[in-house]
């Protein structure tokens, strides 16, 4: 069963345009391809045996700069939707292991026994689930929801001890 892939590449990789390129070593970097939008081009990567195809996808980032993402298939059927979609999908996958392992901290977990491993992995996607209803009411995302909890945290945690400390300083009554 042949299996394919689609994958992110570098603008530093080399890619020859045609295998007579390739057998001469005539590389130009994926950067520097004169990509049309909506085209698939295909190329051989350097070191690759096989050819692969590959689109730029040019986008615009939270902060109003543009960026370029070259996305990479084996597969000859997929045209620049199809692959752009399939590769926002995975995407999400990554965003969610990224955040369960970094955000709610599944990988922490100090626990010995089948339940507890269970309850851990349970409370971690539990947390996951919270940050993500928060992370769309508040349109931030985990880590800077996390990096928010945190501050609070430490501001909950510092007004308690001054309450404390200034338990303490009153006189004792008799």
């Known amino acids: 069963m042949k299996r394919e892939f689609i994958m992110a590449l570098k603008t530093n990789r080399k ?6 390129d390739k057998r001469k070593g005539a590389y130009e970097r994926v950067g520097s391809l004169k990509l049309k939008p909506g085209a698939v081009l295909e190329v051989h990567l350097e070191q690759v045996k096989f050819p692969l195809f590959v689109l730029k996808q040019v986008f615009t980032n939270e902060d109003g700069s543009t960026g370029v993402l070259y996305l ?10 199809r692959m752009t979609t399939i590769y926002h999908r995975r995407w999400k996958v990554e965003e969610y292991h990224k955040s369960l392992k970094s955000n709610a901290s599944l990988a922490k977990s100090p626990t010995k026994t089948t339940r507890t491993q ?13 940050l993500e209803r928060m992370r769309i009411a508040t349109k931030l995302n985990h880590f800077a929801l996390r990096s928010r909890l945190c501050v609070k945290a430490v501001q909950a945690a510092f007004q308690e001890l001054q309450r404390l400390q ?9």
């Not at 990479?72 to 939707?81: I, N, R, V, Y």
């Open 118 to 130: 269970s309850n851990h992995i349970f409370c971690s996607i539990h947390a996951f689930v919270k």
């Open 15 to 20: 890619v020859a345009l045609s295998l007579e």
């Open 72 to 81: 990479a298939s084996s597969d000859p059927t997929l045209d620049h939707e």
């Open 166 to 174: 200034l338990a303490d300083d009153e006189p004792m009554r008799a």
